[in-house]
Structures are given as C-alpha cells and as structure tokens.
C-alpha cells in the first residue's frame, strides 16, 4: 500500500510536509516582489559600509532620503492619478532609490539627500522615452543621484574607494546580487557587465607587466570592490532603464564596462562607472526601437 504524503517515512523520524504547504509555500516565493530582495541586498551594503566601514554618513541623512523619496513617489502618483496610488509598489521603488544614493553619496549638509531624492524619483516621471510597447523612464534613479552629486551639488561627493575589499564580504554580496538579478531576470547584464570589466582589467594589468604576484591579488581587489559589486547588481541591472531585448542588454553592458574603462583608466577621469551608465543611459530607447521587446513589468 502506497503512503500518503504526509505519512512519516519509516526508519527516518522525519515527517515530510503536506504537497499542499509546500506548493504554497513555493507559489509565494514566486510572487514576493523581487524589490523587497533589492531592499535586503541595498541593506547589507550600507550596515557593513557603517558598521564595518565607518560611512561618513548620520542617520537623519538616510531617513530624510527615505521619507522625501516616499512621499515624492506619492505626489507624483497621486497628482497623474495612476492606478498603482493605492498600492505598495510606489513605497518599494521610493526605498530601492533612497538606501541607493545614501550608500553611494556623501553630503556635509543634511539638505543634499532629499533634494536628490526628490530629484531622482522625479525623473521617472519627466524623462521617459522609448517606443511604445516598451517607453519608460531613461536613467536609473540612484545613478542620476550619484551622477548629479558629483557632478552639480556643492558639498557633496561619492566615496567608493571606502568600500574596501574583502573576500567573504564580496562573496556574500555576490550571492545575494545573483539572487536579486536572477529574480528580476537581469543575472545576464550583471554578468556580461562583470565579464567585460574584469577582461579589461587584467588586460590592463598585463599590458603594464605585472606577474600572477601581485598582478593577480591587484585584479581580485578590483573586480570585487563593493562599489564595482553594487553597480553590477543593483545599477546596470535595473530592469526598468536596461534594453528589453537579452541580447541588446547584453551588448549594452559591454558598452557601459567599454566607456567606464576608457574614461576612468585610459583618461584618468574619476568615478568611471557611474558617469559612463548615465551617458550610456540615453542610448536605451534607441536599442529598444532597434530590438523591440515588451517592456519589464513589476509583479
């Protein structure tokens, strides 16, 4: 006679769980928000850039980001009257943006934040281009931040060389971006992206001679800095302002590591991968008109 499910298997003294429970179980995972997984992912970088890293960043800065991009979101929403008003998704996107531009920016003034945020959010709502089936907002919110911070806001700077490395970390912020990525199916643009930076690099190292020690430790430091891990999982990977087609997000996340590298190393200009991700940003709708595909949707 056949056991049921539910039934303990003989010898073991474990009890396998009812199909039922495991079927919802999963069917929940499938449909949790992969927004909530970006919050925990954008989380552990900046309890480890505080806690272990010493951010020159206080509290009231992260929470006035937090609550003016919230509330930015919902004007916004409210003022176009659109159908998501009422729902959680605005908040999550808000706070996606607002742990983004605190762990990429720093401010001697606690004004620089909110302006930012409101800055950001806003823009996805006043630059939106792109064929119809997949028109949508240009540039990644926490990139235009960090974009203008360095670029137009006195007394505000990035500080990626604060990060560090550290191989655990790096591991752990690999496995959690991979998971991030993979759930909002763009674990192909953070690897294309990862493969054509770290090619460069250790051409880089070759071309100037160095040998496997140290030449190869230089790379490892290189390749897994939490700001080049942040951008590749969180940044470049954003569904929403990538090309929809896999091949083109693919060719584009070449093109974004190309410029970052030409300008950073071969021009000596800083902060190489930010500036280039919103020079390149422009170019998106473009490749969506050129590889049409239906646009990303939020679950």
């Known amino acids: 006679m056949r056991l049921p499910v539910s039934s303990p298997v003989l010898g073991s003294g474990i009890t396998a769980a009812p199909a039922s429970v495991a079927g919802r179980w999963h069917r929940n995972w499938r449909r949790l928000d992969a927004r909530w997984f970006q919050i925990v992912f954008l989380l552990s970088f900046l309890l480890v850039g505080v806690l272990a890293r010493d951010f020159a960043l206080r509290p009231l800065q992260v929470l006035l980001a937090v609550a003016t991009a919230a509330l930015t979101q919902a004007a916004w929403q409210w003022a176009l009257d659109l159908p998501t008003k009422k ?5 999550l996107s808000a706070l996606v943006t607002s742990l983004g531009l605190s762990i990429l920016v720093r401010a001697q003034s606690d004004w620089v934040h909110p302006l930012l945020a409101v800055l950001a959010i806003s823009s996805k709502y006043l630059i939106r281009l792109g064929p119809p089936s997949c028109k949508s907002h240009v540039l990644n919110p926490a ?27 790096a591991l752990w912020f690999i496995a959690l971006g991979g998971l991030v990525t993979q759930r ?3 674990r192909d643009v953070s690897l294309a992206f990862l493969s ?3 090619l460069l690099l250790a051409a880089r190292l070759l071309w100037l001679g160095y040998a496997w020690d140290p030449g190869a430790a230089m790379w490892l430091q290189q390749i897994s800095s939490g700001a080049v891990l942040l951008f590749a999982f969180f940044m470049i990977s954003d569904p929403m302002t ?8 693919m060719a584009y996340a070449v093109l974004v590591a190309l410029a970052a590298f030409v300008w950073q190393v071969l021009l000596y200009r800083p902060h190489g991968l930010i500036v280039m991700l919103f020079v390149c940003s422009w170019s998106v709708p473009l490749w969506n008109r050129l590889w049409p595909r239906a646009r990303f949707a939020w679950a």
Do not use: D, K, V
């Not at 235009?144 to 007394?155: K, N």
């Open 87 to 91: 729902q959680w998704s605005g908040t």
């Open 143 to 169: 990139n235009l931040a960090a974009f203008l911070a360095w670029a137009c806001i006195p007394g505000a700077w990035l500080s990626p060389a604060q990060w560090g490395s550290e191989s655990l970390l």
């Open 184 to 186: 909002i199916q763009r």
């Open 196 to 198: 054509a930076w770290g």
């Open 242 to 249: 990538t090309p929809q087609h896999p091949r083109a997000r």
